[in-house]
Antibody, heavy 122, light 107 residues
Framework: QVQLQESGPGVVKPSGTLSLTCAVSGGSISTSNWWSWVRQPPGKGLEWIGE???????NYNPSLKSRVTISVDKSKNQFSLKLTSVTAADTAVYYC???????????????WGQGTRVIVSS | DIQMTQSPSSLSASVGDRVSITCRASHGISRYLNWYQQKPGKAPKLLIYAASSLQSGVPLRFSGSGSGTDFTLTISSLQPEDFATYYC?????????FGPGTKVDIK
């Protein structure tokens, strides 16, 4: 049973860099899955940040693309998120998720981490 | 980006009620539509993928329908554990966008 676990600082200073890691357990990250990050500001909806394949191929949300980097470390079976120049608007719960291919009709996120809360504050 | 809307934004219902939530895409997305359930303080949980395919382990009272721009999530008989917020998500075009959510609470 694949499980995901996010980790990282709970508080980041404005203009700083948010760095989170998602550890994959119970299975290999080097599969046919895409691995993604989704965030949820307090009391608001879900926002797709981006995704990575184990080869290092990435796709990002254009609204964040200039500030986001997602990377993979196959030796540690984990992937990471870096978001630069953060502001209060980046305060959110950040989730990592596994993307599974439905075959004919796109990708769905079938396994999620529990989420980690990040507050941007001085 | 493809914009997703949901209606209603919230609804109150009783245990045993049949509940339907509508999701609309700003452009046609064929059947590239997923539904998630989220309870407070918890991660989203996949219910339906590819518009109408039930995720393994999800109760049969949940069903999805639609294609193109209009989709529906139906709960045939609402149970106490179904009170939550429901989100649709399109996976046709990146960025994969979510609807704003529909909160289902107890009448």
């Amino acid at each position: 049973q694949v499980q995901l676990q996010e980790s990282g600082p709970g508080v980041v200073k404005p203009s700083g860099t948010l760095s989170l890691t998602c550890a994959v357990s119970g299975g290999s990250i080097s599969t046919s899955n895409w691995w993604s990050w989704v965030r949820q500001p307090p009391g608001k909806g879900l926002e797709w940040i981006g995704e990575i394949f184990h080869t290092g191929d990435t796709n990002y949300n254009p609204s964040l693309k200039s500030r986001v980097t997602i990377s993979v470390d196959k030796s540690k079976n984990q992937f990471s998120l870096k978001l630069t120049s953060v502001t209060a608007a980046d305060t959110a719960v950040y989730y990592c998720a596994r993307g599974e291919n439905s075959g004919n009709y796109g990708v769905f996120s079938d396994i999620w981490g529990q989420g980690t809360r990040v507050i941007v504050s001085s | 980006d493809i914009q997703m809307t949901q209606s209603p934004s919230s609804l109150s219902a009783s245990v045993g009620d049949r509940v339907s939530i509508t999701c609309r895409a700003s452009h046609g997305i064929s059947r590239y539509l997923n539904w998630y359930q989220q309870k407070p303080g918890k991660a989203p949980k996949l219910l339906i993928y590819a518009a109408s395919s039930l995720q393994s382990g999800v109760p049969l009272r949940f069903s999805g329908s639609g294609s193109g721009t209009d989709f529906t999530l139906t709960i045939s008989s609402l149970q106490p554990e179904d009170f939550a917020t429901y989100y649709c998500q399109q996976s046709d075009t990146k960025p994969f966008t979510f609807g704003p959510g529909t909160k289902v609470d107890i009448k």
